[in-house]
């Protein structure tokens, strides 16, 4: 298990963002942070810079897996995990205690945000193909920034949470997960 300190840009206000301003993370579509958490931990945990992430499709295109590789073996294992089904199969192997990986990107609506039913949909109620690779180009076609590098998150960091390595860093943005011991309430969810 290892802690991931993640940008905490929830604190801006949009009123400072000017059109210019607007960023995206490292990867393909708006889904979520997996890849530039995947490039971060490589750099600081094993020292390598993975400059492009390889989504290997599992059981279905909505559950990927990225692995790095040092020496021949296996140190990060992440998953992309999209939709109920998935969801529901990814704690049935967390209960068995077969899910191999390090970080999971959980998202509801099969094929990521950008498919969610908050988007637009032809008459039939199915999602629009065409209005859907429209949104992705748009997407790709914002600036990359780290999150690190922005300005407003480095004077959050600086001003509210005393630095980057700070108590209130730790106590704030990190987590750690234990086991918990299974109950026999009536209240418990079944997959």
């Known amino acids: ?24 993370h490292d990867g ?9 958490i995947f490039k971060h931990a490589a750099k600081e945990l094993f020292g390598m810079d993975v400059k492009e992430i ?12 990225v ?3 040092k020496d021949g073996e296996t140190v990060l294992r992440f998953a992309a995990a999209y939709g109920f089904r998935n969801i529901q199969n ?5 209960k068995k205690g077969k899910f191999l990986y390090h970080f999971v990107e959980v998202l509801a609506c099969p094929g990521g945000c950008l498919n969610g039913k908050g988007q637009a ?11 859907l690779t429209q949104m992705e180009e748009v997407y ?31 106590e704030t943005l990190h987590t750690t997960y234990s086991a918990v011991n299974q109950t026999t309430s009536s209240l418990d969810i079944k997959w």
């Not at 604190?11 to 059109?19: C, G, H, S, W, Y």
């Not at 390889?54 to 897996?65: G, I, R, S, V």
């Not at 949909?121 to 209005?131: S, V």
């Open 121 to 131: 949909q032809t008459e039939d109620g199915k999602p629009d193909r065409a209005l």
């Open 28 to 36: 393909k579509r708006s889904d979520g942070y997996l890849e530039h």
């Open 54 to 65: 390889t989504y290997k499709a599992l059981k279905n295109k909505d559950f990927q897996e």
């Open 140 to 170: 790709a076609a914002i600036p990359v920034r780290l999150p690190e590098t922005n300005l407003h998150v480095q004077k959050v960091y600086q001003d509210w949470l005393e630095g980057m390595d700070s108590k209130k860093v730790q």
């Open 1 to 24: 298990n290892f802690g991931v300190d993640l940008p905490f840009c929830c604190f801006l206000r949009f009123a400072d963002i000017k059109e210019g301003d607007v960023v995206r």
């Open 67 to 69: 692995t790095l590789e």
């Open 90 to 94: 990814m704690v049935l192997k967390l």
